[in-house]
């Protein structure tokens, strides 16, 4: 995660009551809203729709899309891939509620100049509100440095969080991408998910030793899976995934599956 847009924060113009000053904009259906940042807690964002459209063409250089995300039960659009894959592990790992592309548009001065900025994604949570930009470190230039630290003083304000994804460890993405494999539901006919809960239940198992416990070994690995994308099972994500990935049932699970 990208931190050195704080370092541009001196640039900002924040003398006296600059919430009343800077501005977001919104759309509610096709009327767009401009709120000052001071009022952003009176926002339903639940309601909003992307403040601009996405655009798809033959010529274009990055590459748009729709990801399914299992948390909201939809598709979500994303420009390109270091997007698509924020949308993925955002589903993974952040107790998703709900994913807004193209939130607001945020307008505030820095060094004397109007600027305006529209980060990439807002992610309702269950432990709150997720603000996310999305940009590869090599990238990033003084001017985006400038939006990200003035973005980072809007969601300090409102009370949310705020950070910019610059990439991720290769061998993260891969085990996310092969968990997602299994995310949707999966028809415990033969109570795979039962054996598996019941073999980690006594601490933690390599992924294949796990497998090989169950009545059906084969049948096992994907339910294991997609028992990890539940959080019923817990899974070694320091190294890259493999048969001797370590795997444990999660502390608020019993072998019965029951929080």
């Given amino acids: ?73 939809r598709h979500h659009a994303f420009e390109s891939r270091e997007e698509e894959c924020l949308l993925l592990v955002a589903d993974f790992a952040t107790r998703l509620v709900e994913a807004l592309s193209q939130p607001f548009r945020l307008r505030f001065s820095a060094d004397g100049r109007p600027v305006q900025h529209t980060p990439d994604f807002l992610l309702l949570t269950q432990a709150g509100l997720f603000l996310i930009d999305v940009r590869p470190a ?28 610059t990439g991720w ?29 019941e073999a980690a239940a006594d601490g933690p198992l390599q992924y294949g030793e796990l497998a090989e416990q169950c009545s059906v070994p084969a049948v096992g690995r994907a339910h294991a899976l997609h028992l990890v994308w539940r959080r019923h099972l817990g899974l070694d994500m320091s190294v890259p995934f493999g048969d001797t990935s370590l795997v444990r049932l999660a502390p608020t699970y019993g072998p019965e599956g029951e929080r």
């Fill in 169 to 197: 460890r290769g061998h993260v993405l891969s085990i996310v991408d092969a968990v997602s494999a299994q995310r949707r539901t999966l028809t415990n006919v033969l109570g795979i998910q039962d054996q598996l809960r």
């Fill in 138 to 165: 090599g990238r990033i230039r003084p001017s985006d440095a400038v939006k990200f630290a003035a973005t980072a003083e809007m969601a300090l304000s409102a009370g949310w969080w705020y950070g910019v994804i």
């Fill in 1 to 73: 995660m990208y931190t050195g847009f704080t370092s541009h924060a001196n640039l900002l113009d924040r003398c006296g009551r600059w919430p009343n000053r800077w501005t977001t904009t919104w759309k509610f259906s096709q009327a767009p809203v401009t709120i000052p940042v001071r009022d952003l807690a009176d926002v339903d964002v639940a309601r909003t729709v992307p403040v601009r459209r996405f655009t798809w063409r033959t010529d274009q250089h990055h590459r748009p899309g729709l990801e399914y995300l299992v948390a909201t039960g």
